[in-house]
């Protein structure tokens, strides 16, 4: 009888714990990759151990090596970003706490050993939790969504990083052509004061034009500091989104030329965006972990707080030993489990209005960034068509009349400046046109080259 009860209590529990999950998050990860795969360049790596580092280390020693361009610097936020790498550390956590969920509860051993003279009794018993036994199954489907969710943010944390990323090294790539522009203007107007001075000196140009000339020429370096350190901003912002220790040497590619002409429905990357966002799938498998969980407190919250089954063995005075099933019930008189299941409902409650919120911001994302990539576009094609060429044209307008003796000099360097400055406001308005692109494909979660018509691509793969 002892041997016999011991016997069904050990294979039923080996039963309910050979679907025990494993620990190991790394099947996690692959699917995060499998799930983010297309949707930003490169690979990620999940630095876990020596063998993983050294292999970020020398993929991004490799990148950093050429000129970076945003999709270069992508994929080395995705190896090197610590940020990104503590991230994905709640898949390990997720993947414990799911593991915790398919394994029972210990059992109890309990010993007593009475005496009375010489009259001794011995108590033996083993006893386990009947009722963690019988809800195994839902805690561990609570668990899996769980997991699941984990899944969907720590894909969500690539691609932010990958847009973060991109967006740092393009206003970089504005701020140093800006800078340079500015330099040139500075050597201009430098010219222009010294030949201000030389006119002065030799009783040709009044005291207020050689002035004015000298201030202009101060006004211009003090904007070209101006400059240079918001280009050493950026650069700082490049490396904090890389995740770069600041030693490293990098340069940046030149800014890419302007894209391709194309053509995007907003209405329909705004439903892209309510099916492919990951941070609404993780919004939605919140909401399924919280369903589950309420269901689950509701169907055992009036059982017994514990149920204790197991096997006891009693040892008489005489010699004689009993063996015997053992049942202990912890009674639900004053805890009924009401106050968790309204907790729960409330927590239900708040999610599925945090997801419908969320919903409506990512629509509204969608529309803004989507009018910020058509003005920047606008904007990229008057700088193109219109203000560049026509500037370049009044410049070599006042060249020739130059050479006639029409206009003077200091007209040619007002002509030269002004054409600079237009080519400094084109490499602006086409950093803001990319840093809306790149907005734009984060807030709707997919690549836009996917969802484009009536273009054939050239501008952007230049810059991809």
């Known amino acids: 009888m002892r041997g016999e009860s011991l016997g069904f209590t050990v294979v039923l529990a080996a039963a309910l714990t050979a679907g025990c999950a494993s620990v190991d998050p790394r099947a996690s990860f692959e699917e995060v990759r499998q799930t983010v795969a297309g949707r930003h360049p490169g690979e990620a790596i999940w630095i876990r151990d020596g063998e993983a580092l050294a292999a970020a280390e020398a993929r991004s020693r490799e990148l950093l090596a050429a000129p970076l361009t945003p999709d270069a610097a992508a994929e080395v936020a995705l190896l090197r970003n610590p940020s990104l790498q503590g991230a994905l550390e709640e898949l390990g956590i997720a993947q414990a706490d799911l593991a915790q969920a398919t394994r029972l509860a210990n059992p109890s051993l309990s010993v007593a050993r009475l005496s009375d003279g010489d009259a001794r009794r011995q108590t033996i018993a083993v006893t386990g939790d009947l009722l963690d036994w019988l809800v195994q199954p839902l805690r561990r489907r609570v668990a899996e969504a769980e997991a699941e969710r984990a899944r969907l943010e720590a894909g969500r944390a ?26 040139a203007i500075e050597e201009v107007d430098r010219a222009a004061a010294d030949y201000a001075i030389a006119l002065h000196q030799a009783g040709n140009l009044t005291a207020l034009e050689r002035a004015n000339a000298e201030a202009g020429w101060a006004e211009t370096r003090a904007t070209l500091g101006r400059a240079r350190l918001e280009r050493a901003r950026r650069r700082e912002e490049v490396v904090r989104a890389l995740g770069l220790a600041g030693e490293e040497e990098w340069r940046a590619a030149k800014i890419a030329s302007p894209p391709a002409e194309a053509t ?49 063995r009693e040892r008489e005075p005489d010699g004689v030993e009993l063996t015997g099933p053992v049942l202990e019930l912890r009674l639900p008189l004053f805890d009924t489990g009401k106050a968790s299941v309204a907790r729960l409902e409330s927590e239900l409650a708040r999610a599925r209005w945090q ?107 230049e810059s991809r």
């Open 158 to 183: 690539l691609l932010e990083t990958v847009a973060a990323a991109r967006t740092a090294l393009v206003r970089f790539q504005a701020g140093e052509a800006l800078a340079g522009r500015l330099a």
């Open 264 to 312: 995007l429905d907003a209405g329909r990357l705004e439903e892209l965006a309510v099916a492919e966002r990951l941070d609404l799938a993780a919004a939605r498998w919140a909401v399924d972990a919280l369903e589950r969980a309420l269901a689950l407190t509701r169907r055992t919250r009036l059982a017994p707080l514990g149920i204790e089954v197991g096997v006891e």
């Open 355 to 461: 997801l419908a919120a969320l919903e409506g911001q990512a629509r509204s994302e969608v529309r803004e960034r989507s009018a910020e990539l058509g003005a920047g576009r606008e904007l990229v094609a008057l700088h193109r068509e219109v203000l560049l060429p026509r500037r370049r044209e009044v410049l070599q307008g006042t060249l020739l009349e130059h050479n006639q003796m029409v206009v003077g000099t200091f007209d040619v360097l007002a002509a030269r400046q002004r054409e600079i400055v237009a080519e400094a406001g084109a490499v602006e308005a086409l950093a803001d046109y990319w840093t809306a692109w790149y907005e734009l494909e984060r807030a709707v979660g997919v690549p836009l080259t996917d969802h484009t018509t009536g273009a054939d691509g050239a501008g952007m793969e």
